[in-house]
Structures are given as C-alpha cells and as structure tokens.
C-alpha cells in the first residue's frame, strides 16, 4: 500500500472530490424552473418516495420565491438538502418527468430542489416548531434518516423525543457512509442539527442492548428501532483477514473523518461487488490517487445491481472491470494481500435470478494491494434476535405492519433499513421514518 499523498497533491485530490453537480446559479434555476409543464396528477410526484410537491415547489422557483419551494420540499422531506444531492433521480422524479418523453430530457429536479433548499438554509430551522406537550415519551434508537425524521414529525405533533446513536455523530450513512463526492459530512449535519434544533433529546455513543431496550419499553410509551444494518457482508474465503482487505463502508469513513490527504490508498485496488456502494469506493480510490482500480462481480454487466449513472462515472473514472468473476481467495504476499484469486463463472438462466455456476478450470488471478469488499451489510441479528418476542422475516429484518411499522412486540415499531421491504436509499429511509411516526402518533392518540 503506498504511503498517503504519494502521488496527487493536496489541490488535485481536493478538486478530484469537488461535486459532481455543481449548484445552480438564480438565473440557471429560474430558466430551469420555466421548462417544466406543472402536470395535473404530476407523474414526478408518484415517483417520489415522499411525495413531495415537485410542480408546486417548482413554480415557487418560476416567482422568484426559493424559500417557499423549500418549506415545500422540507414539509414532505425534512432532509430534502441531502436528498437533491444523492437521490437517484434518474430513475425516480426525473425518470417519470414528461419532458423525459417528449423532449428527451427530464427537467433538473434535482438540481432544482437543491437550489431552493440551500437557498433556504440559513432561515429553515425557523419553519418548524414544536407542538403543544401532549405528555407521551417516545424512545428512537438510531440518528438515521428514518430515526431523525421520526422524531421531527413527532415532536411537531407534541410528543417528547429521546434519539440514542451508537456513533459519536448523527445522521447515519448520510453523515459517514455516502461518497464524499456527493454529500460532504459538514452539509449532512447541518441538516441533522435542522432536525434536533426542534426539540429532541438526542444521547450520541450510546449503543442500546437487548437489555436496555427491555427497560425503554416499560419507561416510553413508544420505542421506535432504526438502527439501520451491520457489517459489510463477508466474502467467506481465505485471507479475508489479512492487511489490505476493508470493508467498503470503513474505506469510505476515512474519506469523511480524515484530511483527504491522509486516506489510506493503494497503488492497485480491487473492488469486489456490482452494487451503489461498490463505485462509490471505486471512484473515491480513483480520486484518492490509486493507479489502477477494478470492480469484480460475480455475474454479468447487464446484471449488476448498480444504477446505470453511478456504472457511467466509474468508466469516466477509468475504473475496469472483471465480470463474471467469483472470489476464491485472498492471494498473500508477506503477511498481506496481495490480489485476489477468482473462479470464473457462468449464469444458467436470465439476469440477476439465474444461477451461478463455476466454470471448471477457468480461474485466474488479479494483483491488488489493497482489496475492498462490497457485498452489502448484514443484519444486526445478535441484538435482533435479543428481543423477546420480535418477529423477524426469512432475511433477518423486521417484520412489521406495512401502515403502521408496529412490530409483534407491543409498543415497539421499527423503520429503515433494519425494516423488512425497506429499500436502501435515503429518501425511502426518510419516508419510513414518517410512517413510523403517523403508525406510533394514533397509538398514542389511542
């Protein structure tokens, strides 16, 4: 592994991580604002997970008006900011606008919704207050997306709130977890302090056990888990122990809590997954300054779970690709990888639901000094699996009543990641958490 800052300066990696999007500028979003259609029964709207107001945020934009869209977007999405930056647009608001079908290309909803939001952001703490006490205590484990945005609308609803964060800082991946490229840990809290300056008691390094979670739900009237997934998922091969092997989310940490300048990198870095997260750390290696980096997966292009933008960025990165490739193995070389041994493979059926079989005798070898594995988290099972009567579904998450996020446990409701049929980006996170919220106000309400 090659020593930090070995080959870029500190200006080169710094303008390697500038943003993909650049904001918009007043003008740019007002000429922006004029190209959309404001559809009756708005096809953007009912593909957004949080069904924001899009033409009507947008039109604020057309009369001059930022502030308002963004009192807009923040009463459907209190992290709206973060949102505009990483949601994946293509496929959601902007893959349904009408502008895509006739004119080949989508208004910028998401560069819109940034512009006001950030326009906003000095003022937006001032739009929320909370509600008249109603008495009830609610206990949310995990400063998540879901878990904040329960708590916000709670407490807009009079209810006290008491956050417990394992970590020494809120906001879950969003602050931590997301290429830097494309949200920066200072704007991530910024909206996490947007949501606590409402009222909520937020207790960060606090990990909760099985045990604690017992006594919450004797003391609160309500208990909401979101405490999101665990570990990267392991390989299961030898040498994923060795010097130079990281989980994806620790590679991406670094890029968050230290000087870009100080991220570890190697020379020749091997990603292993086809996944979001896989060319979120394949690009930030490429930026770090790593010579060569390749993404393996085990099946083909046309199967990679990855959306099509995030594949599209690798390639302008100059990142490679090995497909088809299973790994065996970590190679060692002295104590620490040194590539990584890989099966060749084939799909017997169609896409991501055909089966992978070995192909004998084709194996092969790609050099690596450092390795980084992508494979999606696991479930926090151990603690899961520590609660009494807490119903889980075939993989690990938590079963829950789709309208209410009430678990089999009575007081106990559950949302984001942790929530069985949950997806894994951050806006249908922020959708969970106001569910979760409506399903614990009418139990409290009686």
């Known amino acids: 592994m090659s020593d930090p800052n070995s080959r870029l300066s500190i200006e080169q990696i710094d303008r390697n991580f500038a943003e993909i999007h650049p904001p918009l500028t007043p003008d740019e979003a007002l000429t922006e604002s004029a190209r959309c259609l404001y559809c009756f029964d708005a096809p953007c709207v009912r593909s957004c997970p949080t069904a924001i107001d899009i033409p009507g945020f947008i039109r604020h934009i057309m009369h001059r008006n930022p502030v308002g869209a963004a009192k807009t977007i923040l009463d459907a999405n209190i992290f709206g900011g973060s949102c505009a930056r990483i949601c994946p647009t293509e496929v959601?608001?902007?893959?349904?606008?009408?502008?895509?079908?006739?004119?080949?290309?989508?208004?910028?909803?998401?560069?819109?919704?940034?512009?006001?939001?950030?326009?906003?952001?000095?003022?937006?703490?001032?739009?929320?207050?909370?509600?008249?006490?109603?008495?009830?205590?609610?206990?949310?484990?995990?400063?998540?997306?879901?878990?904040?945005?329960?708590?916000?609308?709670?407490?807009?609803?009079?209810?006290?709130?008491?956050?417990?964060?394992?970590?020494?800082?809120?906001?879950?991946?969003?602050?931590?977890?997301?290429?830097?490229?494309?949200?920066?840990?200072?704007?991530?809290?910024?909206?996490?302090?947007?949501?606590?300056?409402?009222g909520i008691d937020l207790h960060l390094e606090h990990a909760v056990d099985g045990a604690e979670l017992a006594g919450m739900l004797a003391d609160y009237d309500a208990v909401l888990l979101a405490v999101g997934l665990g570990k990267t998922a392991s390989l299961n091969v030898p040498g994923e122990n060795l010097d130079g092997v990281w989980e994806s989310l620790d590679f991406i940490f670094q890029t968050h809590t230290l000087p870009l300048n100080q991220c570890k990198i190697g020379q020749n870095v091997l990603v292993i997954g086809g996944g979001n997260t896989a060319m979120d750390a394949a690009n930030a290696a490429k930026m770090l300054g790593a010579q060569r980096v390749t993404i393996a997966y085990r099946r083909d292009a046309e199967s990679m779970p990855a959306f099509k933008h995030e594949y599209e960025l690798t390639q302008k990165e100059g990142i490679q690709f090995a497909w088809n490739a299973a790994p065996a193995s970590i190679v060692e070389r002295n104590g620490k990888a040194a590539g990584v041994l890989f099966e060749k493979t084939r799909s017997v059926g169609e896409g991501r639901r055909g089966k992978l079989e070995v192909v004998e005798g084709e194996s092969f070898t790609l050099e690596a000094d450092m390795v980084i594995k992508a494979l999606g988290q696991d479930v926090l099972l151990d603690f899961l699996q520590s609660v009494p009567g807490l119903k889980l579904d075939d993989k690990g998450r938590i079963a829950v009543q789709p309208e209410t996020h009430a678990t089999s446990v009575a007081k106990l409701f559950a949302g984001g990641d942790c929530q069985a049929g949950a997806g894994e980006e951050v806006v249908i996170a922020v959708q969970s958490g106001k569910q979760s919220a409506a399903g614990i106000h009418a139990l409290l309400q009686g």
């Open 92 to 198: 959601l608001c902007e893959g349904a606008c009408v502008d895509n079908t006739m004119l080949k290309q989508p208004v910028q909803i998401g560069r819109l919704q940034r512009f006001a939001c950030d326009t906003a952001e000095p003022v937006s703490s001032s739009f929320y207050k909370a509600g008249e006490s109603t008495g009830k205590r609610v206990a949310i484990i995990g400063a998540g997306p879901c878990g904040l945005t329960c708590a916000h609308e709670l407490r807009k609803r009079g209810h006290a709130v008491s956050v417990f964060e394992s970590r020494e800082v809120a906001g879950g991946l969003n602050s931590l977890g997301i290429a830097r490229y494309k949200l920066t840990t200072e704007f991530a809290l910024s909206e996490v302090a947007r949501v606590s300056e409402i």
